[in-house]
């Protein structure tokens, strides 16, 4: 049984506990947060039994093999270094890291220690029926692609307070925590073009801004040698459109890019064939039993294997996420940092 840390106690930690008792294969015992009240309202009910408010004893004196980080986006580099240097096991939820600069730094780190593995919380990559989507993706390959149009577009409750002028605003609008549409829901769909077309050659983004100068939701365009890939996503508004990849007859539809339930394939007749693939309750249970795999044999040929097709994988969507922010001139205070 591993014994699970956490930082971040928001809703998606609760979906990440849920998908990590039902492996079976999880047990919390420490929790961090701002506040040991807040640590301990949200960790006893899972059973946890360590509460700090300091990070550095948390991961000095807390008992767990690994870390998962929620935090705000721009406090997950200097928390996965702290993990990294105690040697723990990684997961860090989507965006990994803000910028190629801090990316390499953390994969220095890892170099220097070679008993801790960092994994990005990609949910949608690891489940069956995303890979059985892929398998089709490299059939309809073999003769021809013309691209695709992926839409992740949610409504977010917190843009209520923006809209109103309730400062502080939540940290996924500011700049300050690297939030904003692209560094959220944005990253799912860059994982989508990614782990269908690789990395494409050139890449722009037309952001719509909020008043805080995050934007709210935007179009990117991804281009490939010969065909484009669309992304159209957002958090201040609801889209009920589908994802769809591009053959020359024939496509590809996923009813959900970030959350597969249902992908069907579209023949040059345009008879439809569901793609047949089991389907968790929970789409992040798939990626804890990946990760409890890895962790449990960390140096095991195939998982290491895994591990560093799915470091490549996120090193590389944070390049195109990076490349993304700077066609649209949008900047956060670690950027600074960058060459």
């Avoid at 506040?35 to 006893?44: M, Q, R, S």
């Avoid at 994994?119 to 013309?146: C, F, G, N, P």
């Avoid at 300050?176 to 690789?198: Q, R």
């Avoid at 047949?276 to 040929?301: C, G, H, I, R, Y």
């Amino acid at each position: 049984m591993l014994k699970l840390g956490v930082i971040g106690t928001n809703i998606i930690t609760d979906q990440m506990l849920d998908a990590a008792k039902a492996t079976g294969k999880y047990e919390l015992t420490a929790v961090y947060s701002r506040t040991l009240e807040h640590a301990e309202k949200f960790g006893k009910p899972y059973g946890a039994t360590e509460f700090y408010d300091d990070i550095d004893k948390f991961f000095e004196e807390g008992d767990f093999d690994v870390v998962y980080i929620a935090s705000p986006n721009s406090l997950h580099y200097q928390q996965a270094r702290k993990a990294i240097e105690n040697d723990k096991f990684i997961i860090v939820e989507k965006p990994a890291f803000v910028n190629p600069s801090e990316y390499s730094a953390i994969e220095s780190l890892l170099a220097a220690h070679p008993k801790a593995r960092l994994v990005e919380a990609a949910r949608h990559i690891h489940t069956k029926i995303y890979q059985a989507a892929l398998k089709k993706v490299d059939e309809m390959k073999e003769h021809y692609v013309q691209g695709a149009t992926i839409t992740v577009m949610k409504y977010s409750s917190r843009f209520d307070k923006v809209l109103n002028g309730s400062e502080p605003y939540p940290n996924i609008f500011t700049l300050k925590y690297a939030g904003g549409a692209l560094m959220d829901l944005g990253v799912y769909a860059v994982y989508g073009a990614v782990t269908i077309y690789g990395e494409p050659e050139s890449v722009v983004y037309f952001p719509t801004l909020t008043k805080t100068g995050v934007d709210g939701k935007g179009v990117a365009i991804l281009n490939y040698d010969k065909f484009t890939v669309t992304l159209n996503f957002g958090k201040t508004a609801n889209s009920h459109l589908y994802s769809e990849v591009y053959g020359l007859k024939d496509t590809l539809v996923f009813d959900s890019i970030f959350d597969t339930r249902k992908v069907t394939y579209y023949d040059a007749d345009q008879n439809a064939h569901p793609i047949e693939a089991p389907v968790e309750e929970n789409s992040m249970t798939d990626e804890m039993n990946d990760f409890a795999d890895l962790f449990n044999n960390p140096d095991d040929e195939e998982e290491m294997k895994k591990y560093k097709h799915w470091l490549e994988l996120s090193k590389t969507v944070n390049s195109v996420m990076y490349s993304l922010r700077q066609s649209a001139q949008l900047v956060f205070p670690s950027d600074n940092d960058q060459e």
